[in-house]
């Protein structure tokens, strides 16, 4: 099984700040891996597909770069509604989400 | 509007069994590979299981030879057969769709809890 890992767990920030979060597999996923964003008691949201892709409707502050085994998810200037947590998940082989990051205010 | 609703949550006891249900609307189901995902009270996201188009099945080792996804194109409908539920099981339910062309999850059912306790 490929297994995520995503640093840090937590971040604070404030409004304004640039946030990167890292993923890292434990093996070569080449370029299948997404990020979402989810809000407390609220469903995930695709932000960034194919590692790079910006989804649909989705702000130009998120972007995503990466391929083979590491990735950074960027917020170029974090929002305030941008407060909630972040995932990673590929899909090489089946599919697995890395345990998360919580972005909260500082 | 492109909408997925899941159903069938509630409370069931060790052992038992429990059959989810998704609805989904605004969009030709019988096209998309569809997914489960559940999320513990305070934890991340797993992924479940998933079906393709072709009706080809994927599942993690955890719930592999008790849960059986299905789907059936003539209702728009994905369902989540759920047999010999263990507490760890529970969890908030989602179903997902994959976006085209790739196993990107765009679109999100609202939840369904599911809560195995005696």
């Known amino acids: 099984d490929i297994q995520m890992t995503q640093s840090p767990s937590s971040l604070s920030a404030s409004v304004g700040d640039r946030v990167t979060i890292t993923c890292q597999a434990s093996?070569?996923?080449?370029?299948?891996l997404n990020w979402y964003q989810q809000k407390p008691g609220k469903a995930p949201k695709l932000l960034i597909y194919?590692?790079?892709n910006l989804e649909t409707g989705v702000p130009s502050r998120f972007s995503g770069r990466g391929s083979g085994t590491d990735f950074t998810f960027t917020i170029s200037s974090l929002q305030p509604e941008d407060f909630a947590t972040y995932y990673c998940?590929?899909?090489?082989?089946?599919?697995?989400f890395g345990p998360g990051t919580k972005v909260d205010v500082k | 509007e492109v909408q997925l609703v899941e159903s069938g949550g509630g409370l069931v006891q060790p052992g038992g069994s429990l059959r989810l249900s998704c609805a989904a609307s605004?969009?030709?189901?019988?096209?998309?590979?569809m997914h489960w995902v559940r999320q513990a009270t305070g934890k991340g996201l797993e992924w479940v299981s998933t079906?393709?188009?072709?009706?080809?099945?994927y599942y993690p080792v955890s719930v592999k030879g008790r849960f059986t996804i299905s789907r059936e194109n003539v209702k728009d409908s994905l369902y989540l057969q759920m047999n010999s539920l263990r507490v760890e099981d529970t969890a908030v339910y989602y179903c997902?769709?994959?976006?085209?062309?790739?196993?990107?999850?765009?679109?999100w059912g609202q939840g369904t809890m599911v809560t195995v306790s005696s």
């Open positions: 997902a769709r994959a976006k085209y062309d790739t196993d990107a999850l765009d679109i």
């Open positions: 605004g969009f030709t189901f019988s096209s998309y590979d």
């Open positions: 079906i393709g188009t072709t009706g080809d099945t």
């Open positions: 093996q070569d996923i080449s370029n299948y």
């Open positions: 194919d590692a790079s």
């Open positions: 998940q590929q899909y090489d082989n089946l599919w697995a």
